[in-house]
């Protein structure tokens, strides 16, 4: 059973433009919701991070929206830039040290 | 510097041979935790370890054992009775302080290949 659905897999998006992701949970629990950025042959780093007392956090040019009753988050990366092209995962734990639960990831290319 | 270190980069493994994989890190986390990544299947859990000398089963352990005697060193030997071994595995660890301290820090990954 996925715990976190992401969607969609590819995105191509044009240089300037803003890619959206979006993911979705089941387990209320949650209490933890993180974008990584992974670049080929990388491990993954953390982007961006919500926690679901606040409905978006914005750092530079990427913001996360969170909808709780929805039981969705996503990622939008504003003027995305072929520097952005990567696979990104969205992820979510439950409290305490508990491990995160990926979703499948979506690989994003900008194109020029 | 602090961070995940993780050796070697690539591997190759015969058929019937067990390898292990090293994971060590500096940043003083308490859990450390293995994934393992395949084309299209997002990063699934192998073994996690919260504490010194306990770790548990993640949803694909079969195949694979880990041990944790330092709070430092988490590695993980995959065995002959992995069936599909191939694949990219990443160490990852965590145990920060408020809104950071889930916040999981991976190493740069071992790719494994059997030959």
């Known amino acids: 059973q996925q715990q976190v659905k992401q969607s969609p897999q590819s995105l191509i998006v044009q240089k300037g433009g803003i890619s959206i992701i979006n993911c979705a949970y089941e387990?209320?629990?949650?209490?933890?919701f993180p974008w990584y950025q992974q670049f080929p042959g990388k491990g993954p780093a953390l982007l961006i991070a919500?926690?679901?007392?606040?409905s978006e956090k914005k750092e530079g040019r990427f913001t996360i929206s969170f909808n709780k009753s929805a039981k969705q988050f996503s990622l939008h990366i504003m003027d995305s830039q072929p520097g952005d092209s990567a696979t990104y995962f969205c992820?979510?734990?439950?409290?305490?040290?508990?491990?995160?639960?990926f979703g499948k990831g979506t690989r994003l290319s900008v194109i020029a | 510097d602090g961070g995940i270190t993780q050796s070697p980069k690539y591997l190759f493994r015969k058929e019937g041979q067990n390898v292990t994989l090293s994971c060590e890190q500096n940043l003083n986390h308490d859990a450390m935790y293995w994934y393992r990544q395949d084309p299209g299947q997002g990063l699934r859990l192998i073994y996690y370890?919260?504490?010194?000398?306990?770790?548990q089963k993640g949803d694909i352990a079969e195949g694979y054992s880990v041990s944790r005697e330092k709070k430092e060193s988490f590695p993980l030997t995959v065995t002959s009775a992995q069936k599909n071994p191939t694949a990219f595995y990443l160490c990852?660890?965590?145990?920060?302080?408020?809104?950071?301290?889930?916040?999981?820090?991976f190493g740069q990954g071992t790719r494994l290949t059997v030959v």
């Open positions: 919500i926690r679901p007392d606040v």
């Open positions: 370890s919260q504490i010194v000398n306990d770790f």
């Open positions: 992820a979510a734990s439950s409290p305490g040290n508990t491990p995160l639960v």
């Open positions: 990852a660890s965590s145990g920060g302080v408020g809104f950071g301290r889930a916040e999981a820090f």
């Open positions: 387990n209320t629990a949650f209490d933890y």
